[in-house]
């Protein structure tokens, strides 16, 4: 019998991530005894070995990462198939739409605008988190930035295309020209690109600092410490300290609306054709 409980699911997804079975035991709330018990008893049931353990730490075996990621997607669906039955006991609860704070806030605006009294509740995340949010249920559609986010197994629309400027502080050097390159930003030493972790919690090398939110990041822009490059309509949260310099040769980010391939609610539906009504519209990126 290799059936896996839900509980097996959660214990091997925190030891994969943590790859540490004490920080591992510490975040399920429980020892690290039986944390390891229960891996090993997996590991026997579906007869294949899911870590590397030795005197250097653990590791995930080629097994372990295709249990990682198919666990993942099915803790994921647990979630959302009980946040839709809490949902379908409440046909009047508003849809929640997920969008990074400060992104797209022109289109999001002129989308409520357009919904009339069709009720929807706002989620402002942060660089990133629409995809879990969507995936576990919290949030029923989500505004999302190609190539940046990550869209694997959503239905989408396009929404908006736009380029991508640099934010800087306001007294560097490079804030006072009309236009840069990415290899103008790409390697100033008293300014380095902020650096925002991987889908897997990881950062990427670099001397940049290390951030996780966007105020956290306005203000060590503000402060002179780091820059950043951005879709142009992200400036709603720019502070009077910096400056957005348009950056010739980034990119284009296409702005998509997102959603589980299975939510077939009238309400999305609706909001969703609302949203596509609005892409042929101009928007300002000044």
Excluded at 217 to 230: H, S
Aim: charged residues 25%; aromatic residues 4%; hydrophobic residues 40%.
């Amino acid at each position: 019998m290799d059936d896996l409980e839900t509980r097996e699911l959660r214990y091997f997804v925190a030891v994969a991530e943590e790859l540490n079975f004490g920080r591992a035991a510490e975040r399920l709330g429980i020892s690290q005894p039986p944390l390891s018990r229960a891996i090993r008893q997996m590991e026997r049931r579906l007869g294949v070995q899911l870590l590397d353990r030795d005197r250097r730490g653990t590791a995930l075996t080629d097994a372990g990462h295709v249990l990682l990621r198919e666990a993942r997607a099915a803790l994921d669906a647990i979630s959302t198939a009980a946040a839709r039955t809490r949902r379908a006991a409440n046909p009047d609860q508003p849809l929640v739409l997920a969008t990074k704070a400060g992104a797209s806030h022109e289109l999001l605006q002129r989308l409520l605008d357009s919904l009339g009294e069709t009720p929807v509740q706002i989620f402002l995340c942060e660089v990133g988190e629409q995809a879990g949010l969507l995936r576990d249920g919290r949030a029923d559609v989500a505004l999302m930035h190609r190539p940046y986010d990550d869209l694997t197994g959503f239905d989408t629309e396009d929404l908006f295309v736009e380029s991508q400027v640099a934010i800087l502080p306001a007294k560097h050097p490079l804030a006072s020209r009309e236009k840069l390159t990415l290899a103008d930003v790409s390697d100033v030493p008293d300014l380095p690109i902020a650096r925002w972790p991987r889908l897997d919690g990881s950062y990427p090398e670099g001397p940049g600092p290390e951030v996780h939110t966007q105020s956290q990041l306005a203000q060590l822009v503000a402060l002179g410490q780091t820059l950043l490059v951005i879709p142009a309509s992200s400036r709603a949260w720019q502070w009077p300290q910096h400056v957005a310099v348009p950056v010739v040769d980034a990119p284009d980010v296409t702005t998509v609306i997102a959603w589980q391939p299975n939510n077939h609610s009238p309400a999305l539906a609706s909001l969703v054709r609302s949203a596509t009504g609005l892409r042929d519209t101009t928007l300002s990126t000044s």
